[in-house]
């Protein structure tokens, strides 16, 4: 480029064209020209600069750093000229100047343009005007940011104390939506329940987006002056935090406790981006240059839709994946702040911390954290002994059986469980029982199937459902030739089997079980199946058969979950059970990415090779004993030792998690009436009423009035009290039947097993001579060991009278209500109960 093209460029371009042509010219004789790189600092404040540097190509930007003003930050492009001013007044550089991108300079050295200045005075005297009227608009500039930052100072955020940690769906999605927010100036709405942090994501959206030089602040809803002239400022005095924050961003903290009075202002600036000053309603509205940020613990339908961003931050019980960052970074910034080592967490402490809910989210959480770091005093590890939440309600009352005793776990999670025992203990023997039912002779006093069958089986389960619940599932031979079916068929013909119609199943199977067990009590009844071992061993074939068949046809065990009759009694009264089989919510959802539990799988790490679970039931989704028959697939399968088998109150899930289902209900009426038909021959005597053998088809009439009729008492029941809260409105409206039903849950298991007291202690101890029996032995010096029947009577009625006193307790927890509200249905087990003593105890 020529000295003139130079000139010229001067003329056009900067500040210099108001000098005269000789003493541009002068200067363009002396420029010399310099490229500096991008991202470069190349003057630094309040040092002398070098000489004058017109930016020729590129861009620059200057800032004062210990200035936070806007009036310090300086964006400059092509003929910008730096350091004229300095030179002029022999002062040190004002601002640092960096570059932005690559530039070229023209530089004129200090000494040389002073030289220019005694040479031509024209430079001096052409600038003085100029830099009066620079200083006296700069110094109306600081003292109107004097004015800002006093009025701003009080609800100033800093920065952003940190970024969103972990790398769950939740947190990367979290990630972005922050991102996007930041990409445009549109009002954010940031909900969330308490401790989430939701401050700080303002900041970061603030800090993060191309305004972030502009001033940030916080204003408090709950303190704000219903008048609204802190915020918009009052016509005629002073100005509001909305004029003093120009393109700033105000956060306003829990908007939900915004005075009502102002929200139709808040909607308007929301809607419109206008406001007016109190007292200026005649004045036209002022246009609010700043971005509207707010935070809320509510949902606020009337402001969502207003903004343009949504943002719900999910609640740390839901990031539990996160959990292990989390600690990690509040350990790391703890230590760095106390200066100690860094201590581990152990991974117990870490399952601990990831199985409870944190109601109160991150701040629970660090809180935790630091009480632990200190509670440690310097320890190479944070074990669970010193981690400690609190308890959820989920676990309260809860013992995990497999830490307390570790060789159960042991046993539990061998081939011995229930593999083994299945097929060397329980298939040869109930092949064996089938056989001899067949083949052997056809009475109770001398088949010792039909007294296994009827005298120790029934009893044996009866008792097991207060403790074990549906544990024999886990080693029932129906399923076990079902299993046996299923593999076979599958080698003979390879296909793939049918997956589980769900719906339907859920919508009708418990009635197909509920029809099953009604035949099943009418075919005990009317054909003597007690006394008449063929008949026994064909209704085990049965249900046998019925595993078998839709093993061959579905995956895994179909039948168990939904159609068989035996398991719907199993899982109804596995609800009272003081067991049960979870899992570790956190602890899954955190660590587990394979739900091998639950869908099988090969080995890893701890976890076994498995099929999954035979019911398809995941223990982490688990809330009700129902669909877990302690098979412990799960615990073999899982590599994070989540899966826990509690000791925990009797029944607990029925007035915590349950969900009441109306064909169980159906079912539990139906076992109810069950009771009385085995007791149809003491209630033919006690009623007077006489029955002929040869009489079938009174005979089923008197059987199907005995299953049905029991039922009738307890609707009485609930009908009585709908009357109660009709007539007397003060009284509480009952729950539905549905869910009181199961308030009678004991008293009919108390029943039935009343009634097998007499079978298990009157006829179980003559196994030995029934065995000898049955095959042609000779039974004289056979032992017996049989109970008095004042003691099977005593224990027969101590069973019915604690089975009332339970179903009492277990309404009233089922209720939540006043005794006197449910107090038609305990007389109803009272009465239930005492003509039970009649049949059962005083025959």
Known sequence: MTHLDTVTWLQER??????????????????????????????????????????????????????????????????????????????????????????????VPAGLFRELMTQYPEISKAFSQQLAQELAQLSSQLNYEQERQTALRPYLVPKAKRGVVGKSR??????????????????????????????????????????????????????????????????????????????????????????????????????????KLVGGESLSALNCRARIIMISEKNLPDIERLTGHLIKVPPLRVRKADISAQVDYYISLFC????????????????????????????????????????SAGANELT?????????????????????????????????????????????????????????PQNRAQNFGLNLFWAWWWPLILLGFPFVGRLWCAVCPFMIYGEITQKLSLWLFPRKLKTWPRHEAEQWGGWFLFGLFALIFLWEELWNLENTAYLSACLLL????????????????????????????????????????????GTCSAECTTYQCYKGGPQKGEGLETGGCPLYSHPAQLEDNRDCVLCMTCLKACPHRSVEF????????????????????????????GVFLHRLPELQSWLNLSLNGSEFWVHLGLSVAALTLPA??????????????????????????????????????????????????GEAGRILPVSFATFGLNTQAVPVVVAHPAVIAFLQGTTLIAAVLLSVVLTQKIARQPMRATFPQHIAAVVLAAGLWVLIVSY
């Open 14 to 107: 900067t500040a210099l064209s108001i000098l005269s042509a000789p003493a541009l010219s002068a200067i363009s004789q002396v420029i010399e020209e310099k490229i500096v790189p991008a991202n470069e600092r190349f003057v630094v404040e309040d040092t002398l600069p070098a000489g004058l540097y017109i930016l020729k190509q590129g861009r620059l930007e200057a800032n004062r750093n210990n200035q936070s003003a806007q009036v310090w930050a300086l964006s400059l492009l092509p003929g910008a000229t730096l350091h004229l001013q300095e030179l002029l007044l022999d002062q040190p550089a004002q601002r640092t100047v960096v570059t932005l991108s690559e530039c070229k300079l023209w530089f």
């Open 542 to 585: 049965l249900i046998t058969a019925g595993a078998m068949i839709f093993s061959a046809i579905f995956e895994r065990r179909f039948w168990c979950r939904y159609l068989c009759p035996i398991g719907g009694m199993n899982g109804l009264f596995a609800k009272l059970s003081m067991t049960e089989l979870r899992a570790q919510q």
């Open 336 to 375: 760095q702040k106390k200066h100690i080592a860094k201590p581990q967490l152990t991974p117990e402490a870490l399952r601990r911390l990831q199985a409870y809910d944190f109601p109160s989210n991150l701040r629970e959480l660090e809180n935790l954290v630091e009480r632990a770091l200190v509670q």
């Open 170 to 275: 939740y947190a990367v999605r979290l990630r972005q939506q922050i991102k996007q927010a930041t990409e445009d100036r549109r009002s954010v709405v940031i909900f969330g329940e308490p401790g989430l942090e939701k401050d700080n994501i303002a900041a970061l959206i603030h800090f993060g987006s191309a305004c972030r030089r502009e001033p940030m602040i916080k204003v408090n809803c709950g303190v704000l002056q219903t008048s609204g002239a802190e915020l918009f400022g009052r016509a005629g005095g002073k100005p509001g935090l909305l004029e003093w924050l120009g393109e700033g961003t105000l956060l306003f903290n829990n908007i939900q406790e915004l005075p009502s009075e102002l929200m139709p202002q808040i909607k308007e600036l929301l809607e419109t981006g206008t406001y």
């Open 712 to 761: 009738g008492i307890p609707f009485l029941a609930y009908g009585l009290m709908q009357l109660i809260h009709l007539f007397f409105p003060k009284n509480p409206k009952p729950k539905p039947f549905v869910e009181l039903a199961y308030g009678y849950l004991p008293l009919v298991l108390g029943a039935n097993l009343a009634h097998y007291l007499r079978l298990g202690l």
């Open 384 to 440: 669970e002994e010193i981690v400690w939440p609190a308890q959820t309600k989920k676990k309260q009352f809860r013992v995990n059986l497999l830490n307390a005793y570790p060789r159960l776990r042991h046993f539990l999670r061998s081939s011995w469980w229930p593999d083994r025992l299945n097929n060397w203990v329980i298939l040869p023997a109930y092949t064996l029982v089938v056989a001899v039912l067949f083949l052997g």
């Open 646 to 673: 509690n000791l925990r109150p009797p029944g607990i899930e029925l007035w915590t998690t349950h969900t009441p289902r109306i064909y169980e209900v159906a079912l539990l009426m139906l076992l109810l009436g």
